[in-house]
């Protein structure tokens, strides 16, 4: 008797085990298999961005001391192509919104991925590289964008060039990042205005 409860417990056991390990391996594939959609449908994700950058980098000669990516991109990238992107626009953006940063201190290039929008014209996304002796101004601004077109946040880091035909550049401190905009945007005037390399490498923020 005491041998059938231990083989009954056995197999409830083993039951059990097999059953979490399917769950967790069913929601890693329904998860890889809704990017994989997301993706082939024009969207984006964290992690498609970033690969995004580094090949843009690599096919310029750069290299990354600093990348950061806005983990609402999706949703964001969705509502941007709705109204946006492709799109004739009905009033001009106040800044390029930036959805991806990422900088090169030895060759002294800042790369911006972002979407403009110019009243009567389409919109479009660009990938800018700005030297950094072409930054004139880089501060912590107010958020300028509505929630529905851009990640929620307080406070934004702007980045104005010395080309007065560029508009200027709005990257979101997105609090879900887990670093303050203060600490933020302190390392990246550090690295633009005085080529500071991160410490201990490369960083990357999404």
């Given at each position: 008797m005491l041998y059938v409860i231990f083989v009954v417990l056995?197999?409830?056991?083993v039951g059990y085990i097999l059953g979490r390990w399917l769950l967790r391996e069913f929601r890693e594939f329904s998860g890889t298999l809704a990017e994989r959609i997301k993706i082939a449908r024009g969207g984006k994700t964290p992690q498609?961005?970033?690969?995004?950058?580094r090949q843009d980098l690599a096919q310029r000669g750069l290299k990354?001391?600093?990348?950061?990516?806005?983990?609402?991109?999706g949703p964001v990238y969705d509502a941007l192509r709705r109204r946006i992107v492709g799109r004739?626009?009905?009033?001009?953006?106040?800044?390029a919104?930036?959805?991806?940063?990422?900088?090169?201190?030895?060759?002294?290039?800042l790369y911006l991925r972002s979407v403009y929008g110019t009243v009567d014209e389409s919109g479009r996304e660009g990938r800018d590289c700005v030297a950094f002796d072409a930054v004139a101004r880089i501060e912590r601004v107010p958020a300028r964008f509505d929630a529905d077109i851009a990640p929620p946040a307080e406070e934004a880091l702007e980045i104005v060039t010395t080309d007065t035909d560029q508009p200027p550049f709005h990257l979101p401190l997105e609090k879900a990042w887990g670093v303050s905009p203060r600490d933020l945007s302190d390392r990246i005037r550090r690295i633009v205005c005085h080529g500071e390399r991160p410490a201990g490498g490369s960083v990357i923020v999404r």
């Open positions: 056995l197999v409830l056991l498609r961005v970033l690969e995004e950058v990354a001391d600093l990348v950061v990516v806005s983990r609402r991109i004739r626009v009905q009033q001009s953006m106040p800044a919104l930036v959805f991806a940063l990422a900088a090169d201190v030895e060759h002294g290039m």
